[in-house]
């Protein structure tokens, strides 16, 4: 979607340049001066460090892989050289932004490199996340995959013929429910920030509707003054048994439905303070400009991998592990995959 062609990764099977590696370890950093801002003064603001980090020890300076990705592709576009992928009647991101900079001359190629970076570095992660808790958890969960397939098969969709694997639609897969249910249960359930979401009290302060404990500082007033920090962490948001119920700490995709004893007005209500509370892509000013593509993406992905084969979990008792890094960091994801009409391989995703 940025500039109409992949990165490669994907078909080689591979981090084939290491950048996959210095993302990881970048956003370990992140998560570091995220807490302790003074430390990136000290680090990667430091040319000392900097210098022995890169040109001694020859290690990859964080996303510098993807930066000269970035002005590799924009160098191509410049030279016409990438129309083996590129049409002129499909834009991607990257035309976009040349549009922009062709209506505004203060807008640098800098800056055009800085938009693009943004487009790989803070949109793949979090979907890829988001997918893999999805797998993850409906595969552990009893009968979630099994209901998911069900709502595939009630929607009129087969699984198409092994030449052919075409994505379910966003428009199919948007009309399932139960689809839906995962998804945002998923995202609840880990979300795409695993830190603090720092945002500052406004004019006039904040006042607390319900201190939760009288040993905090806070718990003395009800207004927290303005200026103040405040730090909200949406995986700990996401556990308030106040909101999700006592099985908040449960993966079950149902909350998001209505319940079988649950009137319409109950469930308006019910879901509408979900939505209030949720702050997995955060809210207001501040939420993700890329929310709905990466919803998109979630949506298409685990509904085509749902319809178009059978898949387990090599070892179902085994639990993964997450690594809390700016990014919630998932490994020990091997599912055993079997296309329909296809054989049998175990992957790791």
Not at 24 to 48: H, S
Not at 83 to 106: C, G, M, N, W
Not at 210 to 232: C, D, K, M, Y
Not at 312 to 328: A, G, H, M, Y
């Amino acid at each position: 979607m940025t500039f109409s062609q992949p990165l490669g990764y994907l078909s080689a099977g591979t981090d084939f340049d290491g950048t996959l590696h210095a993302s990881e370890k970048t956003l370990d950093y992140f998560a570091w001066v995220g807490c302790m801002p003074f430390l990136d003064t000290l680090l990667e603001k430091n040319r000392v460090v900097s210098y022995i980090t890169t040109q001694l020890l020859r290690r990859p300076g964080g996303f510098n892989a993807v930066a000269a990705t970035c002005v590799g592709r924009l160098i191509a576009r410049y030279q016409d050289t990438d129309r083996q992928h590129h049409h002129v009647d499909q834009p991607d991101y990257l035309d976009h932004f040349l549009e922009i900079k062709s209506a505004d001359p203060t807008v640098s190629d800098g800056q055009i490199v800085s938009w693009i970076m943004a487009n790989m570095a803070a949109g793949a992660d979090t979907t890829a996340i988001t997918i893999r808790s999805a797998l993850y958890y409906s595969l552990r969960t009893p009968g979630v995959w099994a209901r998911l397939r069900a709502e595939l098969a009630a929607a009129g969709l087969s699984p198409p013929h092994p030449e052919k694997t075409p994505a379910v639609s966003y428009k199919q897969a948007r009309c399932m429910p139960y689809l839906e249910a995962i998804i945002r249960e998923a995202i609840r359930y880990l979300p795409g920030v695993s830190l603090g979401l720092e945002r500052y009290v406004p004019a006039g302060g904040q006042r607390l509707s319900s201190p939760t404990t009288n040993h905090h500082p806070l718990a003395r007033e009800s207004v927290v003054p303005q200026g103040t920090i405040l730090a909200f962490n949406p995986w700990i948001i996401n556990r308030n048994e106040s909101i999700w119920g006592p099985d908040a700490y449960d993966f079950r995709p149902e909350r998001w439905l209505r319940g079988s004893t649950e009137s319409e007005a109950e469930f308006a209500q019910r879901l509408r303070a979900m939505n209030d509370t949720d702050l997995s892509f955060g809210a207001g000013k501040r939420m993700c400009m890329g929310k709905h593509l990466g919803l998109i993406q979630a949506y298409k992905v685990v509904a085509t991998l749902a319809l178009c084969y059978d898949i387990e979990l090599v070892e179902k008792e085994r639990e993964w592990t997450v690594v809390n890094s700016w990014f919630p960091r998932q490994k020990g994801l091997e599912v055993r995959m079997k296309r329909r009409e296809d054989g049998d391989a175990a992957v790791s995703l």
